[in-house]
């Protein structure tokens, strides 16, 4: 009705709400749960106050302390006085992991719970996504720095062909192109013979998944003109100021996308086009691997746009 999302009606529940907004980059995933939001508490709907919501983010590298523009983290000023929660946790040097993302959030959401609010997990990290609405029982192997610092100096070539020889079944379905991801495979095959199938447990809350899509013309003239914006906002700059305060040229090579291409532009690898014409391609290519990892889950409710912001709880 209108293209409005109506929630359930909570107060039946036994389960607390927890609401999820997911979607590609650009999709507007962040100007959305703003907006619902500020509905729970109680603006731009005529029922009222209805108790307030606060946001966890679920980006796997706006979790780190000055990756902004480049990430597309939300600035206060966008936040309209929403509380939001798990960004700038982690140092840009070391790298973060889905365990830590999980132990984080699942602390974050009892948080707010318990303050009588209503959690909103808004992000396009996949893999964060699943390990709180599946609860996923992830590989207890701790990180191995000397392996991690051989892995890293290794080709994205050579780390596939080594996963595809020790766990060929994690390969298909891991992003082959994120060297992180791939050496933390290898890492816990190494340890344990095969990456184990993520097994997911009851959750203690009742989710509600929204997605947010574009037809893929539109989305892709929302990708070029975000990119040409950040680039007047001071990405290079950004960029250029974390290799300064010591994170490496591999470091932000493999923290991908807009970092790893700055990153090759400031080291005179490539050209200002050249730059340009990959982050707009490449950029593209994850949207819709974004997509693709997010079409299989059929809780989600899909919204084309900006339609449908409205959440009545009762």
């Not at 480049?70 to 206060?76: L, N, R, Y």
């Not at 893999?127 to 590989?139: E, K, N, T």
């Not at 933390?184 to 899509?213: D, N």
């Not at 982050?279 to 889950?297: G, P, S, V």
Request: glycine share 8%.
């Amino acid at each position: 009705m209108g293209g409005f999302v109506y929630a359930t009606d909570i107060m039946k529940e036994k389960k607390s709400k927890v609401i999820v907004v997911v979607g590609p980059t650009a999709s507007g995933k962040s100007d959305y749960a703003v907006k619902m939001a500020k509905i729970h508490m109680g603006l731009n709907c005529p029922w009222g106050p209805i108790g307030g919501a606060e946001i966890v983010s679920a980006d796997s590298r706006q979790v780190y302390k000055g990756l902004d523009i480049g990430s597309g983290k939300i600035t206060k000023k966008e936040m309209q006085g929403v509380p939001h929660h798990l960004l700038d946790v982690a140092s840009p040097k070391r790298t973060f992991t889905v365990s830590q993302y999980q132990n984080l959030a699942k602390q974050k959401i009892k948080e707010i719970i318990a303050r009588g609010h209503t959690p909103i997990i808004v992000g396009g990290t996949g893999f964060y996504i699943q390990s709180i609405v599946d609860d996923l029982a992830l590989p207890a192997v701790k990180p191995n720095p000397i392996l991690r610092k051989k892995l890293e100096k290794k080709s994205l070539a050579d780390l596939v062909a080594m996963l595809k020889k020790m766990d060929p079944a994690r390969l298909k379905n891991i992003d082959a192109k994120n060297p992180v991801r791939l050496i933390r495979a290898i890492e816990i095959a190494t340890v344990l013979g095969k990456v184990p199938k993520l097994k997911k447990k009851p959750s203690l809350y009742e989710f509600e998944m929204i997605g947010i899509t574009w037809p893929d013309e539109d989305l892709k003239e929302r990708i070029k003109t975000r990119l040409h914006a950040r680039l007047k906002q001071g990405m290079v700059a950004e960029v250029k100021k974390l290799h300064d305060s010591g994170v490496s040229w591999k470091r932000l090579e493999d923290l991908g996308l807009e970092y790893r291409y700055v990153a090759l532009f400031l080291q005179n690898k490539i050209s200002k086009l050249a730059m340009i014409e990959s982050l707009e391609k490449e950029i593209w290519h994850y949207a819709k691997r974004q997509m693709t990892w997010f079409k299989r889950d059929k809780k989600i409710k899909w919204l084309t746009g900006n339609e449908g912001v409205c959440h009545k709880f009762r």
